[in-house]
C-alpha cells in the first residue's frame, strides 16, 4: 500500500476540479498543469500548485506526455487522475506513467490497451459468456466470406472499426449491394483515421437504449457494478442527459446486466472505475458494445444515487486499498438526472458558441449539484470542449428530480452565449422523455429548433405587432403601448444578445 501524498491532474475545467476537491478532502496536495488560455482558470487557482505545460492547442498542452510527466517530477507530485478525455485512455500515458514510478489513478496500461481494440475486447468477454451483437469477432478481409455472413445475420448490418469506438468509424449497410462500397469506404476511413484498416460487422439493432454499467474493481481482484445509467439521449454521440436508475431496468434485469458487467471487468483484469456499455433492444435483449477504461463525464448520477465518492474510491485503489463494501451492500438510493450545459446554439445546429459569460448564475437548493470550471466574466476557450457546466438534479422519484431539474434550469441564469439549457429544459417537458418510453434517436425523432421558442403567447403576439409598427423605443426593451403604459421585453433572444 502506497499513500498518495501529492496529486497531479493532467486536466483541466470541471473534472480537474471535481477531482481535487476529493484529493484535498483526503489531505493530499494538489498539481495543476494548464495551457497557456487557462492562466486564470478556476483549476489552476484551486490547486496547491500549478505548472504551465505549453500553448493552447491541446496537442502542445495536455496531449504531451513528456511534458506532464516533467511536470510532476518538477512538482514531486507521486500520482496522476487523468480525468476524462485528452490521454485518459492512452496506453501509453499510463505505462509512462508508472515507468516513471508514478501511480496511474486509473486501470492498468494492458486493460486500456485491450478494451481500446473493439474485436479484441469483444473476443475477451466472450470466453467469459457476456452477450455480444451477433456478428463477427474476427476482422474481416474477405469480401465474398463476410456478404455470406452478413446474409445469414440479415440485413440491415453495421460495419464497424475495431480501432474506432465512441461512434467512430462506423457504416451502416441497408441491402446486399451496397456492402462492398460501404466495406471499402469504412477500412479507409479506418485506416486513415486510426493507423489500423481492420472492421468487422455487427447486425444493426435499429432504436437501441444505450445503457452502461458503472463498476469498480481494487487491485486484489475485487469487483462490483454500482448500477446503470441510461444515456439514450444523445447528439451525434455526444451525450445531452444521463440518469440513473434506468426506467426500464427491472430488479431481474439489472442484476443479469450487472453480473454480464462485472464479467467484462473480470475479463479484462481490471481495476479502479471503468464503465460497460450496453445497448438494449426494445425487447430487452442486451449485448456488449464497448468499455470505456475512465472515469466518465456522467460519473454524478451514479454517485448521487449510491452516495459514494467516486474519485475519493479511485485513490483509495490506485493506493492498493480494498474496495470497502461487497456487491451486496450496495443499494440505489432515489432518482438522478444530469444534463449538460454546453456554450452551443441549438437553433443553430448546436454549433459551438464561444464567448464570455456575461451573467453567470447557479441555481440552488436542496438536490442540486452544480459542476462546473467557471465564473461570471470568464470567457469558454475555443481550444477545448464547449461543455459550460453538469448539473445533476436528486430526489426520491425520476419525476420530482425531472421538475427539480425543470425548477434549476428556470434558475440558471447564463447570458453572454447560447447555451443548451432551453433544449435541456426541452427534454425534460417533453411527453416521450417524461414516459421513460426513448432510445438513442429522441433528439432525430422529436426536436426542431422551433421548439424551443414555442407557440407565442397573446402578450408575445401584442409585442410583435408593436414592433412592427416601429415604436419601439431607443433602449430596445421598452415598448411605449400608450403614454402611462410600458412594457419591457423579456426574451432569451434579448437578454443574449443585447
Ligand atoms: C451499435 C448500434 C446498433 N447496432 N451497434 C454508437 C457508439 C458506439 N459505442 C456504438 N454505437 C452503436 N453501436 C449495433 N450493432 C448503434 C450504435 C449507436 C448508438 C449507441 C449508443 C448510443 C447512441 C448511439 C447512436 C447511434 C448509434
Redesign the pocket.
Known amino acids: 500500500m502506497t499513500k498518495i501524498r501529492k496529486l497531479l491532474v493532467a486536466n483541466r475545467g470541471e473534472i480537474a476540479l471535481r477531482v481535487m476537491r476529493s484529493a484535498k478532502e483526503m489531505g493530499i496536495k494538489t498539481v495543476a498543469v494548464y495551457s497557456e488560455a487557462d492562466r486564470h482558470a478556476l483549476h489552476v487557482r484551486f490547486a496547491d500548485e500549478a505548472i504551465c505545460i505549453g500553448p493552447p492547442p491541446s496537442s502542445e498542452s495536455y496531449l504531451r506526455i513528456e511534458k506532464i510527466l516533467a511536470a510532476a517530477k518538477e512538482s514531486g507530485a507521486d500520482a496522476i487522475h487523468p480525468g476524462y478525455g485528452f490521454l485518459s485512455e492512452n496506453e501509453d500515458f499510463a505505462k509512462a506513467v508508472s515507468d516513471a514510478g508514478l501511480i496511474f489513478i486509473g486501470p492498468s496500461a494492458a486493460s486500456i490497451e485491450l478494451m481500446g481494440s473493439k474485436l479484441a475486447a469483444k473476443t475477451a468477454v466472450a470466453k467469459f459468456g457476456v452477450p455480444l451483437?451477433p456478428?463477427t469477432s474476427e476482422p474481416i478481409s474477405d469480401i465474398s466470406a463476410a456478404k455470406k455472413l452478413a446474409a445469414e445475420i440479415g440485413y440491415p448490418v453495421?460495419i464497424?472499426a475495431s480501432a474506432g469506438?465512441?461512434?467512430k468509424g462506423?457504416r451502416i449497410v441497408e441491402h446486399e449491394k451496397e456492402f462492398e462500397e460501404q466495406m471499402d469506404r469504412a477500412v479507409s476511413e479506418a485506416t486513415s483515421a486510426f493507423g489500423d484498416g481492420s472492421v468487422f460487422i455487427?447486425?444493426?439493432?435499429?432504436q437501441?437504449r444505450?445503457i452502461e454499467f458503472q463498476i469498480f474493481g481494487d487491485q486484489h481482484g475485487n469487483v462490483v457494478h454500482l448500477f446503470e445509467r441510461e444515456?439514450?439521449i444523445?447528439r451525434r454521440?455526444q451525450k445531452v442527459v444521463e440518469e440513473a436508475p434506468s426506467s426500464v431496468l427491472t430488479a431481474k434485469l439489472r442484476k443479469e446486466m450487472g453480473e454480464a458487467a462485472v464479467n467484462v471487468a473480470r475479463a479484462a483484469n481490471y481495476y479502479n472505475a471503468g464503465t460497460v456499455?450496453f445497448?438494449v433492444d426494445d425487447k430487452l435483449n442486451f449485448?456488449f458494445?464497448?468499455m470505456n477504461t475512465r472515469l466518465q463525464v456522467e460519473h454524478p448520477v451514479t454517485e448521487q444515487i449510491t452516495g459514494l465518492d467516486l474519485v475519493h474510491l479511485q485513490i483509495k485503489v490506485a493506493e492498493g486499498e480494498k474496495l470497502p463494501f461487497k456487491q451486496e451492500d450496495l443499494k440505489i438510493r432515489g432518482h438522478a438526472v444530469e444534463v449538460r450545459v454546453y456554450a452551443e446554439d441549438p437553433a443553430n445546429n448546436f454549433l459551438p458558441d464561444i464567448g464570455t459569460l456575461k451573467t453567470y448564475k447557479r441555481p440552488q437548493g436542496h438536490g442540486i449539484r452544480v459542476d462546473d470550471g467557471f465564473e461570471q466574466g470568464m470567457a469558454i476557450p475555443f481550444y477545448y470542449d464547449p461543455m459550460i457546466a453538469k448539473m445533476i438534479c436528486t430526489a426520491e422519484t425520476r419525476e420530482a428530480a425531472i421538475e427539480k431539474m425543470i425548477r434549476a434550469i428556470n434558475e440558471y441564469e447564463i447570458t453572454g452565449l447560447e447555451t443548451t439549457l432551453g433544449f435541456c429544459k426541452f427534454v425534460m417537458q417533453h411527453d416521450a422523455f417524461r414516459s421513460g418510453n426513448f432510445d438513442?434517436k429522441f433528439i432525430e425523432k422529436y426536436f426542431k429548433p422551433s421548439d424551443l421558442y414555442g407557440k407565442p403567447t397573446r402578450e408575445e403576439e401584442m409585442i410583435a405587432a408593436v414592433l412592427a409598427s416601429e415604436l419601439l423605443d431607443s433602449s430596445g426593451s421598452r415598448i411605449n403601448l400608450t403614454n402611462d403604459k410600458v412594457l419591457t421585453v423579456e426574451s432569451k433572444w434579448r437578454k443574449n444578445r443585447l
Open positions: 451483437v456478428g453495421l464497424k469506438g465512441g461512434g462506423m455487427e447486425k444493426y439493432v435499429t437501441p444505450h444515456c439514450s444523445q454521440h456499455e445497448i449485448y458494445l464497448e438513442t
